[in-house]
């Protein structure tokens, strides 16, 4: 009975054993873990995660629980029973596949997708640490900024962040090579090796090159980005940039400046790339924008990128930071519907 109770603890695949009198009599690991308990047997809400405060069986909601009624339903129907069931938690909706057979005087359940269920709730997790690592949505004391943040999977791989050093205002947006969970890995370890104490968006980009060195990734793994300082007293944009595409627009009496450097991104490509910093002078009501090349690249149905041209009309038409990116969302969405891209911008109000 051990080396069975130990074979079934060790599949991928959830199994539970109910009796005739809705007691739950063994629950092998997998489940355990989908359900977010530690009890291998029990009862139904000891086993399940039940948070309510009822005895199980005698509460008003107990007639709800889709556990109770699946093996309910099996008990009446030869013990076979097979149900979707979505449990509801601080980590999203997550569903199930519950199938029901008989095994001698008791039932076994078994969860056909436990181990995609499972995969769903580290993504959900995975998810809520990545919006932690986003600047807060309202300015603080410093200049006023608004940012969108769109990742096309569950898990983004671009990094916006707006914060105070030396009593200035500091922009910083990165984007990782590849998609999914390994881009939002490179995106922690970004935010992770970024130093926001360094004043210097030059020494800050070199700091981060000299620390992506000793990932020894392949030269598939790379990182663009760029960095701002926006010093009001003197009204001028200190900057830096890793091979980030048109990564900043200044919106003057005079037009548009579109600012580019020629510099190579974070990788092994040329490890000790010494980038620099340049400095613009800017006027009382312009707006500066970082943003990723997943803007500009975007496409529509007929294979068309949005392009520089239709961010910089948008820029045109906006009076202040916040209206910009509220504007460049919409017209995105019209333009192209889905996205196969993160689209990450930040815009800044300039005084």
């Known amino acids: 009975m051990n080396l069975y109770r130990e074979v079934l603890d060790n599949i991928p695949t959830a199994a539970v054993v109910v009796d005739k009198n809705m007691r739950v009599r063994y629950t092998n690991r997998a489940f355990r873990e989908c359900f977010r308990s530690a009890r291998p047997k029990g009862t139904l809400k000891e086993t399940t995660g039940c948070v309510s405060d009822d005895v199980c069986g005698e509460g008003v909601r107990c007639a709800y629980c889709p556990m ?16 979707k069931l979505i449990v509801r938690g601080s980590e999203g909706n997550l569903s199930f596949r519950i199938r029901v057979t008989p095994l001698g005087k008791y039932f076994l359940g078994i969860v056909d997708d436990a181990y995609a269920t499972e995969i769903a709730r580290e993504m959900y997790s995975a998810q ?27 898990i983004g791989g671009d990094l916006p962040d707006v914060y105070e050093a030396g009593g200035e205002t500091m922009g910083f947006l990165a984007d990782v090579s590849g998609k999914g969970i390994s881009a939002g890995m490179l995106s922690a370890f970004v935010k992770a090796g970024w130093d926001r104490s360094e004043l210097s968006p030059a020494k800050a980009l070199r700091g981060l090159n000299a620390k992506f060195q000793e990932l ?36 003057s009496a005079l037009g548009i400046d579109e600012i580019v450097v020629n510099s190579p991104p974070i ?13 613009i002078g800017y006027s009382k009501g312009d707006i500066l924008v970082l943003l990723t090349d997943g803007v500009t690249e975007s496409r529509n149905a007929a294979g068309e990128q949005f392009g520089i041209e239709r961010v910089e009309e948008v820029l045109r038409r906006s009076e202040n930071a916040e209206r910009f990116i509220e504007r460049l969302k919409a017209v995105l969405k019209e333009f192209c519907g889905t996205f196969d891209d993160d689209l990450t911008a930040i815009a800044f109000d300039l005084e």
């Open 267 to 279: 990788s092994n490509w040329i490890p000790d790339f010494s980038y620099t910093d340049r400095a």
């Open 216 to 251: 020894n990734l392949d030269e598939r793994s790379y990182v663009t980005a760029a960095a701002v300082r926006i010093e009001r007293p003197r009204q001028e944009i200190v900057y830096s940039v890793a091979g980030h595409n048109a990564p900043m627009l200044l919106k």
């Open 128 to 154: 809520d640490i990545q919006q932690r690592l986003l600047p807060p949505a309202q300015s603080g004391a410093g200049t006023h900024y608004s940012f969108m943040y769109i990742p096309c999977r569950e």
């Open 68 to 83: 109770r009624s699946l093996f309910s339903d099996a008990m009446k129907n030869g013990g076979r029973a097979f149900r």
